[in-house]
């Protein structure tokens, strides 16, 4: 009876590792199905349309805008001042969670009469509002942005990855965080050297990656602050309400910046 009972309980254990083996081998062969989907074709502006302060959705303003040896470009070669033309080259479609990654580099000089601070300042907008919903007069959509910057003076470090927040508000460690922009852990850059950027974003919490280093983390965006009541009146949301999905737009803030490898990874 001993020795029935001892082989009874292996059968039962062989087929529970069996069945636990199966459940992960299902596993693997779904995440292996989960690939990555190019956002940017590296030939045109397929998939993207730009908005600009002053400017009606999907006009090109000076073709900013533009592809080039297969990268993504924001040029100002055609202005003769930049006063506050800022835009957003957006996405046609919104996303909820994901990894996003691209690379990016500051390049040339920025274009005359752009602010001090936009200086090598530009940036990938995430749960961006829908760009129809933009007021014509309106510079930056109710966003979270993941900023990037470059150095301009040796001694003056400029971390790139920070997250700026307009219209919005986020928590870190917990507590809310109202400032408007939040300075990461990232490095600063001097050169026109890629920077390679990855954004990972989950249903709870968000982070940043700059050249494969976690820089910033951070949860439960909500909409507020800064910029909502300026921003359009179809967008509805309350200050306080979740922030859980939207569109990606990628900046221009008078520097001259280039994008390619442009990719998502939804969850």
């Not at 940017?40 to 908005?51: A, I, Q, T, V, Y």
């Not at 129809?132 to 966003?143: A, R, Y």
């Not at 940043?208 to 439960?220: D, F, L, M, W």
Request: glycine letters at 8%; hydrophobic letters at 30%.
């Amino acid at each position: 009876m001993y020795t029935l009972l001892k082989y009874s309980y292996f059968i039962v254990l062989v087929a529970f590792f069996s069945c636990q083996k199966t459940k992960e081998n299902t596993l693997i062969k779904t995440e292996s199905k989960k690939q990555w989907k190019p956002l940017f074709n590296g030939k045109d502006l397929e998939g993207w349309s730009p908005k600009f302060n002053g400017y009606a959705y999907g006009h090109n303003y000076k073709n900013t805008f533009s592809v080039s040896e297969g990268h993504l470009k924001v040029s100002y070669d055609a202005y003769d001042n930049f006063t506050n033309e800022y835009g957003h080259l957006f996405y046609k479609t919104p996303f909820s969670y994901y990894t996003l990654r691209l690379q990016y580099r500051f390049v040339g000089k920025q274009a005359k009469g752009g602010a001090s601070w936009a200086e090598k300042n530009s940036g990938v907008m995430i749960h961006c509002q829908a760009p129809e919903t933009m007021l014509i007069e309106q510079g930056f959509p109710i966003s979270l942005e993941v900023q990037f910057l470059g150095g301009v003076k040796k001694e003056i470090a400029r971390p790139t990855g920070n997250l700026c927040t307009p219209g919005t508000h986020v928590e870190i460690n917990g507590l809310k965080e109202t400032a408007h922009c939040i300075p990461s852990k990232g490095k600063t850059y001097y050169g026109e050297e890629w920077v390679s950027v990855e954004i990972e974003v989950r249903k709870d919490s968000i982070t940043h990656y700059i050249n494969k280093n976690r820089v910033i983390s951070y949860a439960n965006p909500t909409f507020g602050g800064q910029f909502l009541e300026t921003s359009s009146k179809k967008v509805q949301q309350k200050d306080g309400e979740s922030l859980k999905s939207g569109y990606i737009s990628l900046q221009s803030e008078s520097h001259p910046i280039e994008f390619k490898n442009i990719e998502i990874l939804e969850f």
